[in-house]
């Protein structure tokens, strides 16, 4: 079974705008505590297999939520928005050789959300997205 997460870190680290936004501060599950610089963080919300007759098909349908963190609110939503233009709608390969290449057969925005954390003095942009590939 192939790991889309590690493929997804590659993908949106690989991407110009983005790296220019966040270097290379793109995260799985939370926010390091301390983080003060403008981040993404990762995190695979649910997932489920498909299935045929003769057992498993190899596509999968995940639903990620990344968060854009930033220090305005502004500055939030233009790093969600670079990330929305990287992957929304995309169609091909995510990822390097290590980890492997994952094939994604559709990228689709499924909600959004704003929020501000007073501990971490840090605006988020949150989005949803359904993630479809072949994990076989």
Request: glycine share 8%; net charge negative; aromatic share 10%.
């Amino acid at each position: 079974m192939k790991d889309l997460r590690p493929a997804l870190r590659s993908f949106l680290r690989s991407d110009p705008t983005i790296a220019g936004l966040v270097g290379a501060r793109v995260y799985p599950i939370k926010l390091p505590q301390g983080t003060t610089g403008d981040s993404i963080v990762y995190n695979r919300i649910s997932g489920a297999g498909d299935y045929h007759l003769q057992g498993l098909s190899g596509f999968a349908n995940h639903r990620y939520q990344i968060d854009a963190w930033a220090s305005t609110a502004d500055k939030a939503t233009v790093l969600a928005d670079a990330i929305r233009d990287r992957i929304d709608g995309y169609r091909g390969d995510m990822g390097t050789d290590s980890p492997p290449i994952v094939t994604v057969q559709g990228v689709f925005m499924a909600d959004q959300r704003e929020d501000y954390d007073d501990e971490a003095k840090l605006h988020r942009m949150s989005r949803d997205y359904f993630i479809n590939f072949m994990e076989l």
